[in-house]
């Protein structure tokens, strides 16, 4: 079963306030949440009574100005789990003990690791600890963005709101909750420090929920891997899906799904194998970065491991001096 491939453990969580104006000129913070588990409850958006969905109710999915929407709380922006790591409540300088990992990776290019694909990742070893980043971290319009943004507002507390300045620039903040754990996989000493996105918690059970929305109808709908897989590595307790029954952009919830994974294990068979293509990414990434400040980036994952080309660990920019001078 999945939950004998990785043992999980909860860290603490955090809320990544970003903001985006119209000329994509973009800033952040974050409102942590470490101090203790319960206050994981704090942060992460509350899911909302779903007695009204489960009549067939037509939620309004339109958006305004959607043409100016970037989703710039979006992608797996390496700072802030390094600010997290830095204000965790310990004075352990040396940064292996302080996160109790060897590898820091954002659960999407943990995805990526667990198939054979095309990627573009670069990947550093500094103080004994392996950082993972995407290359690329500019999001643009995803002309269907804005309907799953909005169901998920409609699902939870509101975590994104628009404001226009005095001289009416477009301004776009968004608030995303961010769960951190420690993934050790089970039968190695392989351990990851990953955060992910969370969408939501269910009051009734304070379990994590995953928000999923599809155009296609439920019976021609295949449950997707990829989609799994997210909800997997981050130690998710539910999925909760809608569909799309017409052509509209409006969403009319006639189905909602909230199954434990292990109740889907029939519907994904290829879970055990992506976390082996996993620990083996990991372990060859290890071997390459044996040394620290060595450094590689990745172009593609086969069948007979990465694709890469040595680079100078100065290209790994994603791992400031100002973060690697806290630790020994």
Known sequence: MQQNLINFNYVGCFRSIGTLENNNTCSFSIDM????????????????????????????????????????????????????IQKMETNERNLRERIGCEFVCGRGLLVKLSKNCSVDFRAVRRKDVIFLCVTSQFYKYDKNSHISMKFEKSMTEDPYYM???????????????????????????????????TDSRNPNDDKIVELKMTRKPR??????????????????????TASLKDENR????????????????????????GVARIRRNLEQLRNLL??????????????????????????????PDDFLVDFE
């Not at 300045?165 to 089970?186: A, D, E, P």
């Not at 969403?251 to 879970?271: C, K, N, Q, T, W």
Request: charged share 30%; net charge negative.
């Open 290 to 319: 044996s040394e620290n400040d060595r450094a590689i980036h990745v172009r593609k994952i086969t069948e007979n491991g990465l694709i890469y080309d040595e680079i100078e660990a100065d290209d790994c920019e994603f791992v």
């Open 163 to 197: 404001q226009a300045t005095n001289n009416m620039r477009v301004i776009w903040t968004g608030i995303r909750t961010k769960i951190v754990n420690q993934l050790h996989f089970v039968g190695t000493d392989l351990s990851v420090l990953s955060s992910a996105e």
């Open 219 to 240: 019976e021609i709908r295949k449950h997707s891997l990829k989609e799994y897989m997210q909800c997997f590595l981050s130690n998710t307790d539910y999925i909760l």
């Open 33 to 84: 949440g470490i101090e203790a588990p319960y206050l994981k409850n704090h942060l992460v958006p509350q899911l909302n009574s779903i007695k009204h969905l489960e009549r067939e109710e037509v939620l309004d999915l339109s958006f305004r100005n959607r043409e100016k929407y970037i989703d710039n709380g979006a992608g797996e922006k390496l700072e802030t789990i390094l600010s997290f």
């Open 250 to 273: 409006r969403l009319e919830i006639y189905e909602l799904e909230m199954e434990h994974r292990d109740h889907r294990m029939e519907d994904f068979g290829e879970v055990e194998s």
